[in-house]
């Protein structure tokens, strides 16, 4: 787990363990956790059906992508390793997920899907999202998450409740505005903005929109000498060293992958979901990706440079993680298509892994800086 560095993290992890304990109790009074990894699932589709649905990116570390490792292939993303790694383990949040939702995006997780349902007491429901940017997909997407609707009320007995979707997603939007806010405030030091948006990953958002506030309050001052954009893969909790790297040179961050920026709402508190019918919720969580894997991807290219023109970031830094075509193969159209200078970074969680590329992104901001 990682170690807080200031107020605000020492609360946002007193936070963090309020969820667990909170999640805990919701699981032995009969209720079921579901896990999930890609920002493309609609929580509140899984809220809806009463599920308490968590997304799991932790335990980012040498010894979880060793264990996940021996799971499968070597030439699989770091992320997936660690996230086999933390289920075979059953170590922190990974223990207390019933049910994992197997949104396949890629090869690699439609393999990490499929060495998960052989293991023992494991289970997963399988899911695809269309990469394919059209209509006809984003039907397809409605079906399936109906169909899961159905699968869930035949095997657990769980009926979906618009009413209840409909809760759980405009707090999760409200929640997610403060942290948009708080983000273009560009005040917010990289680190500690990371620790709010993890919390906002695991948190219940019933009351997540007040606890971010009193958290914000405990904020130190930051200001920063110039910005730098983040883009590519998500980043789990522990992976911190480019963030470290940045706020060491008074930089600040605008998190544009999917687990910054993206969680938060698009359109602002205007566009909160009115129905809570499935169709709506699947067809919002389609539309709001802003991922490479997107064919076709303009849009996501868009995104990026419009949030980099808006935010006036100095430059961006596209962190991959190994293996992961879905981003590395778009480096040479970040390069040539942003407005500002790009650093392209291909990492893993391994050994030596951030001592290794810190020079790079020393001199990188170091040409900025100028
Ligand atoms: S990078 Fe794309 S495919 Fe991967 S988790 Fe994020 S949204 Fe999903």
Redesign the pocket.
Known sequence: MLQPESSLQEECLRSMEGELNSIKRFRSSGGKTLGY????FPPSIAAGLGFRPVRVLQDASVESENQGGKLVRQDICPLIKVFLGGIDSGRNLFGLIDVWMGLA??DQTRRCFYALADMDNVTVHHLQLPATRSQSAAEYFSDQLRQFCCDSRDLYGFEYSAERALDYSINLWKAGNILRKATLTRQMSPIDLHWLFHLFLIGDPDGLAETLLSLLEKAEPFTPEYMIAIAG??LALEDTWVLQAVQSKNAGVIPL??AGLQLAPFGGLNETPVTGTIEELAGRAFRD?R???SRPNAEMFQYINDSISDTSCDGLILKTLKFCD??FTERERFRSSMNVPVLVLDTSYGEGEAERQRNRVDAFLETLAL
């Open positions: 990894l890609c920002r493309g995006t890629c893969g998500p992958h999917c990706i991922c490479a894997r879905l981003w």
